[in-house]
């Protein structure tokens, strides 16, 4: 099998990078996680990812100042010193500008904790029990230049019940993100979505 070498971008704990290279281990799994990169030098991700074997570097976005475009361009060369083909944002706390995105076009996925096209944005939780919402969940999406905007490439959802807090909501939906990322990258792996069939699907819904 000619697996894809996925690299994931983290900010902070990395548990769904880990739920994606746990994922990775089985022989039939189309993609391998080839590198963890973090723009801090404190996120714990880093230490798991390389307790479980995987390299893993720093572009620290401070270094830059205000000039994104020159960090963009010092993460994007990482990722290709890595010949790295896919990319999966795992709590990966900076917006990209549409040079990056560009660059990555149907080749990176993010993770959002909500259902999309819900809920965009940060405190996801909080919002949904302010709202009174019924039902919450977790979005994969292709990368697109507009935050949380992306055709949706997996998504699944869980009841809020009425006793909910934010952390008990949190858990819930945490335990679907690390259900549906590793599926969601295999679907892309495998070539079985793309950009744009995933947005002319959801023109037709």
């Not at 189309?30 to 990812?49: M, Y």
């Not at 893993?56 to 100042?65: K, N, P, S």
């Not at 909500?114 to 919450?136: D, I, W």
Request: hydrophobic share 45%; aromatic share 4%.
């Amino acid at each position: 099998m000619n697996r894809k070498r996925a690299a994931v971008l983290i900010s902070g704990r990395g548990s769904n990078m880990m739920a994606l290279i746990e994922a990775a281990k089985a022989d039939d799994y189309p993609a391998v996680i080839a590198l963890v990169v973090s723009n801090r030098h404190d996120a714990p991700g880093l230490e798991r990812a390389r307790d479980a074997g995987i390299p893993a570097a720093v572009v620290d976005h401070a270094r830059f100042g205000e000039d994104r475009a020159a960090f963009e361009q010092a993460l994007d060369a990482k990722l290709r010193e890595h010949r790295i083909d896919l990319v999966c944002l795992a709590g990966f706390m900076r917006l990209l500008t549409p040079w990056f995105v560009a660059r990555w076009s149907g080749r990176m996925l993010n993770i959002h904790p909500a259902l999309l096209p819900q809920f965009k944005g940060l405190h996801t939780h909080r919002r949904v029990l302010e709202a009174g919402a019924t039902r919450h969940g977790a979005t994969v999406h292709f990368v697109v230049p507009e935050m949380d905007a992306g055709p949706i490439v997996e998504q699944e959802s869980v009841a809020v019940r009425d006793d909910d807090t934010e952390a008990t909501l949190s858990a819930r939906v945490l335990e679907l993100e690390h259900r549906i990322y590793p599926r969601a990258l295999r679907a892309l792996a495998e070539g079985k979505v793309g950009l744009t069939a995933a947005a002319d699907q959801a023109k037709a819904k």
